[in-house]
């Protein structure tokens, strides 16, 4: 091999994100071993040491969410990873993240549920609660990996987009993904590309921490580097501190969404749409039955396509738009009772058919379920 070819290996979806996120910089994990993600905490508190950082097993996933905020207001990239009773917990903390504009990586490695569910098997019921999970209106980016590779990339691009928009960013895995193993790349150090949060360019009596740039994201100092300012999950002003104000809320609420919905593109593949007359819908392990099944479906003369939401949130919705006025019909696979195709169904303005196909018995959606849904809305 020579020095500048990329390594090959052998890894699950949940030892990919470790080695995403020693990539990406992190330099703090608190988490408690639930699974199916329990590989990724076993590999960051093996690892992460040796690089300088900090692993911290905690009593629960509230204190585990709560720990991450700490560290990256002290300017470490922080990380926790959980599933789906944890993922539940740490709500209220990614809320707080989300209002005092604390950038962070949640992973969550998705399980069936609801409660404890069956815990060592695959579902993706976990999407709505991805993007509403925290009360009140928040800024969501969540990335849905489909293979092992792009957990690897998704993750070293979770905190790049945390770190740019000083907001959480949740990786939803599930556990097909988490858990499979596939040869993939590592990528050499001249290939990654890092985003760090924007420091503020004033001294420390003129810093105002939540005072915006025009992109709608305020610079942010480190706590330890001389600047002192308060952190509050109430309504702030630029200053941090509390204001009661209605006024204030809507103020600053708005700018928290607009910083993402109007700066943040939507990531999303598009697989033999040119002229496609129906569009399958799919994400995550399911987008890989889904290729399999377009591909079948066009071996016997169907023209069909495949759309893969990767941010699943902000969700594609100009994609399904344009999709609507050209395809008689969308099809969307998922592990859960409904989800992804109710936002498929705002987005098509009922310009096209909408039609689920829904799988929550523990098994992955197969290639052929899928075509036969395609044949028969064809």
Known sequence: ???NDRQAVLMSGNEACVEGALLAGIRFFAGYPITPSTEIAEGLAKRLPRYGGKFIQMEDEIASMAAVVGASLAGAKAMTATSGPGFS??????????????????VNVQRFGPSTG??????QGDIMQA???????????ALMPASVQECLT????????????RTPVILLMDEVVGHMREGILLPRKEEIVLKERKKPTVPPEEYLPYKADPDGIPPMANFGDGYRYHVTGLVHDETGFPRGRGIDGDRLVRRLVNKVKDNFVPMVEEYLTEDAEIAVVACGSVARSAKRAVDLGREQGIKVGLVRPISIWPFPEKVIRDLAEKVKAFVVPEMNLGQVVLEVERCACGKAGVYGLNRIDAELITPDEILTKIQEVK
């Open 1 to 3: 091999m020579g020095e």
């Open 89 to 106: 917990l740490k709500q209220e903390n990614i809320g707080f993240a989300a209002m005092a504009e604390v950038p962070c990586v949640v």
């Open 118 to 123: 069956l815990p060592t098997s695959p579902a």
């Open 131 to 141: 993007r509403w999970g925290t009360h009140g209106d928040h800024p969501v980016i």
């Open 154 to 165: 998704l993750t070293v691009e979770a905190f790049n987009l945390a770190e740019e928009y």
